[in-house]
């Protein structure tokens, strides 16, 4: 029989893939936006100085959308912090409890053995839960990332899908 974990541990893998996933989406913007940006800086090289209507219309849609991918992920971000907080209120509630019993027995029965006959002891459980809190830290921290890069990340991909389409016109003399 497999000896249970002292504390409530994540794997190294339960906690390299978020990161590895909002390093991927990461590498993705970058590509994509570097599609975009050149379209458009040759767009406005072959515009002139008095671009028609086709190309104001993307000209005015590169700022605007910019606006409107900052404000969705300032909003998504506000609302999984508002999230995170509150869970963590909930965790660090849950301790009170554990933190006055052990503040109740002797220090030495209090704290010693994790894995001896002192297990699920309330100082010992007090140790489990500011274990859940860091976890919940961690992974609050890298969910708040992947939250906030998503409408980012959804617009750079799908302007350079959409821009692969169009074809720039050819400068005329």
Do not use: C, Y
Request: glycine share 8%; no cysteine; hydrophobic share 45%.
């Amino acid at each position: 029989m497999p000896s249970p974990r002292p504390f409530n541990m994540m794997s190294p893998l339960d906690t390299a893939w978020p990161w590895i996933d909002v390093g991927w989406k990461q590498g993705e913007m970058m590509l994509a936006s570097a599609q975009v940006i050149s379209h458009r800086l040759g767009r406005m090289v072959t515009a002139g100085v008095f671009p028609d209507a086709r190309d104001r219309k993307e000209f005015h849609r590169m700022g605007s959308e910019k606006i409107e991918a900052a404000a969705e992920s300032f909003m998504a971000m506000s609302m999984r912090l508002i999230e995170s907080n509150q869970s963590l209120l909930l965790l660090l509630l849950a301790q009170i409890p554990a933190a006055m019993l052990a503040s109740l027995m002797p220090a030495k029965q209090n704290w010693s053995g994790l894995h001896g006959p002192w297990w699920g002891m309330p100082g010992t459980q007090l140790l489990k839960n500011f274990s859940e809190v860091g976890e919940h830290f961690t992974t609050s921290m890298i969910e708040l990332a992947g939250v906030g890069l998503q409408p980012i990340h959804r617009r750079a991909t799908a302007n350079a899908v959409r821009l692969a389409g169009v074809q720039r016109r050819k400068k005329s003399r």
